[in-house]
């Protein structure tokens, strides 16, 4: 995992880190409540369970690159330009 990856994040699991993104990634119709407490219930902290959730927006605006998720990479996540059919920076 890249050095840019979120600190509160970093002790989370493979199987968790699966979860969030498919969560932020796909779940369209559950209140940010209702993922938070999916989030604790898989073994985050409260704090962890939060801190996932303030990506939520950006990963339902977006597709990102495998490996090069925000959570992954901060300011370096490259995410899918339809437009230009290439994956670019997502400055936020």
């Known amino acids: 995992m890249s050095s840019k990856l979120d600190p509160i994040l970093s002790t989370i699991t493979v199987d968790q880190f699966a979860l969030i993104e498919d969560q932020l990634s796909n779940n369209e119709v559950s209140s940010d409540q209702e993922i938070h407490a999916l989030f604790v219930e898989s073994g985050l902290t409260e704090a962890q369970a939060s801190q996932a ?6 990963y339902g605006r ?5 490996g090069h998720t925000p959570i992954l990479r901060g300011d370096e996540a490259l995410r899918f330009d339809p437009r230009t059919a290439r994956f670019e920076r997502d400055v936020g």
Do not use: P
């Open 53 to 58: 959730l303030t990506y939520r927006s950006r």
């Open 62 to 66: 977006h597709i990102y690159l495998k």
